[in-house]
């Protein structure tokens, strides 16, 4: 017991350490917060081993590349019939270490990267918000999560990658003026549209520690691997 305590105390002061840092991080993933900035020894992946990834970096300046994602974990009460106790579901926008990659220290691939990866988070604000909007329809409301969270995700993941799209057009394919000034305003812009749906720590703090945060609930078993 005694050693329980002290690593529940130290993994809190590590906790609040990268809170403080406005970085949450793990071995793998680096979670997305509001003051976050990418570095660059956060992209462990080696370009040379991507296809066509030097050829990109030569023709057309995308030198540096951010794989990101929305990962996903819904939590069930113990007691499935407590009406009280509805799902929980945890939505975070992650930047994949082992698989980002860069060629060069070049600060503008940095923002750019940095900006791919708010687009991710602004997918887990919509998400967020539509099964927030989906679930308050019904009376009964315990499932409603579990039923309709795949349509609602698969959703966000299309709107995402027509931004994505429409980015890499405008900035590397069929480079615009002002391209970068123009994406940043639009995109804070659809962030601060939906910011009451913002990533918080504790939903960052539910992947990192890897087991429900809440009492008397158990993780709910999903086959889809973007879940996991």
């Not at 976050?36 to 990834?53: H, R, T």
């Not at 687009?119 to 967020?128: G, K, L, Q, V």
Request: with cysteine; proline share 2%; hydrophobic share 35%.
């Amino acid at each position: 017991m005694k050693n329980a305590s002290l690593l529940l105390l130290l993994f809190a002061t590590n906790l609040i350490l990268a809170q403080q840092s406005e970085r949450l991080e793990d071995s793998i993933h680096i979670y997305w917060q509001p003051k976050l900035k990418l570095k660059y020894d956060d992209f462990k992946f080696d370009g040379k081993k991507e296809n066509n990834a030097e050829l990109y970096c030569e023709k057309i300046k995308l030198c540096a590349c951010a794989a990101t994602n929305m990962n996903v974990i819904i939590d069930i009460p113990k007691k499935k019939r407590n009406k009280n106790h509805l799902e929980k579901i945890y939505i975070v926008a992650v930047f994949e270490k082992d698989k980002s990659y860069k060629f060069n220290n070049d600060t503008i691939g940095l923002i750019r990267q940095k900006l791919s990866f708010d687009i991710e988070e602004w997918a887990t604000r919509y998400a967020r918000q539509q099964l927030e909007k989906t679930t308050n329809q019904f009376n009964i409301k315990y499932g409603s999560i579990i039923t309709w969270h795949k349509v609602i995700l698969n959703e966000a993941q299309a709107k995402k990658k027509e931004l994505f799209k429409q980015y890499t057009l405008d900035v590397y394919l069929e480079p615009k003026m002002n391209a970068d000034k123009d994406w940043r305003y639009k995109i804070d812009n659809l962030l601060e549209g939906l910011k009451e749906y913002a990533t918080k720590p504790e939903d960052c703090n539910r992947f990192i520690l890897k087991k429900p945060v809440e009492r008397d609930y158990e993780q709910f078993i999903v086959l889809d691997d973007r879940h996991k």
